[in-house]
Every structure is written in structure tokens, then in C-alpha cells.
């Protein structure tokens, strides 16, 4: 009876942490696919979200075009993203995968941000990229490499990465991502922009900076 009840529980715990893994990333479909829909009353509720009914789907539901045009870089970074997630294919619900063109102006970045709900794998198209990322605490390990034209590297789920264009030309790269809409995070955008202001007595303890120097960088982001 003892092993009966060790064996019981084994099984539980596994369970349980499968599910807790499960829980933790977009949701497996119970169908073919489930379109995102806005009005409830036109779907049917699948896997949490309502869904159009399959028969009403149509091939643009899993069409998007513009991939090949350049996105603006003219800005203080130097760098555009093109996202291509759930909010512009929305057969994409349910399937766990998006997609992002990322064009980069001379020494421009993409600054280090996270995606808290996706993992990132980039493929470089054009151009030379240093590209990293950091691991968690207490180690905060920087992994880097600089990527050529037909290079790939992976960023994995959660982490602080970043891409910066060592050319003096223009550089594209094209990353896929192991969600839906796996969001963004920009460090400095986050903690020196936020909404409202982080009080300055905080970020001038936590960086170790002077205040004013936190008070300008809050005025900036």
C-alpha cells in the first residue's frame, strides 16, 4: 500500500509540474486553428479565447504582406521592428509563433530588452550584428557574438539581449519567436520611462547614480 501511495504521488507531482510548464506558454490548439475574433457573438470559446467559427475562415486570416519593405530607422536608437504576432495574422492563436523583421541604421540597435513570454531565434539577412544576452542573477553572464549574413543565434525565453550594427551600411535581420505575442520589454524605456515615474530615491539607490543624473535620464525616456 506504501508503494501504491509513493507511486500515486510521483505521478501527481509530475502532473502537476507538467502542468505548471504548460501553463507558463501559449496554449496548445484543441483544433486545426482557432482566429482571433473581437465580438464573442460571431465565435466559439476555445482554449480561452474566442475564436471564429472554422468554417468562416478565410486565407487572409493567415496572410500578412510587407515583410520586404524597410521600416523607418530614424530614431534615437537607430533601429525599427516590424511585428508580424497575433494582432496583424490572427489564424496565428492558438500556435505559439510570431515573427519579427528588425532593420537596423548604421551602428544602430535594438536595445536590451526582454520578451517575458518567448523564446528568440535571429537570422541575419544583411550586414555584421554584435549580438548577446545576459543570465540570470547572481552570475549575470554576458554571451555574445558578432553575426554576418546567414548567421543565426537564439535568445532564450526572458532574458536581457540586445543586437547592435557594427557597419556603416544598413543591416536587416529576421527573428522568430515561440509565441503568439511574446511582448517586449525595454530595459530603459521601463525603468526610466515608466508611467508614472519611479520615485528618483529608488533609481538613484538601485544604480548607484546621482540624482540628477536619474531625474535627466527620466526626462529623456
Do not use: W
Amino acid at each position: 500500500m506504501k508503494g501504491i501511495r509513493s507511486i500515486f504521488l510521483a505521478c501527481f507531482l509530475v502532473s502537476a509540474f507538467a502542468c505548471f510548464l504548460a501553463s507558463a506558454f501559449d496554449p496548445s490548439p484543441l483544433q486545426d486553428f482557432c482566429v482571433a475574433i473581437d465580438d464573442p457573438k460571431a465565435g466559439v470559446f476555445v482554449n480561452g479565447k474566442f475564436c471564429k467559427d472554422p468554417k468562416l475562415a478565410v486565407a487572409d486570416d493567415f496572410f500578412f504582406s510587407g515583410l520586404n519593405k524597410p521600416g523607418n530607422t530614424n530614431n534615437r536608437v537607430g533601429s525599427n521592428v516590424t511585428t508580424v504576432n497575433v494582432d496583424q495574422i490572427p489564424g496565428l492563436n492558438t500556435l505559439g509563433i510570431s515573427l519579427v523583421r528588425i532593420d537596423y541604421a548604421p551602428y544602430g540597435e535594438n536595445p536590451p530588452h526582454t520578451h517575458p513570454r518567448g523564446t528568440e531565434i535571429l537570422a541575419v539577412v544583411q550586414g555584421t550584428l554584435y549580438v548577446g544576452f545576459v543570465t540570470s542573477n547572481p552570475e549575470n553572464r554576458l554571451i555574445t557574438k558578432i553575426l554576418y549574413p546567414g548567421d543565426v543565434f537564439v535568445f532564450p525565453i526572458g532574458l536581457i539581449h540586445f543586437q547592435y550594427n557594427l557597419g556603416n551600411t544598413p543591416a536587416v535581420a529576421f527573428a522568430g519567436l515561440s509565441s503568439q505575442n511574446a511582448g517586449v520589454i525595454t530595459i530603459a524605456n521601463a525603468v526610466f520611462g515608466s508611467n508614472p515615474p519611479i520615485n528618483p530615491d529608488v533609481l538613484t539607490k538601485a544604480f548607484q547614480l546621482d540624482k540628477n543624473v536619474v531625474t535627466h535620464l527620466q526626462s529623456i525616456f
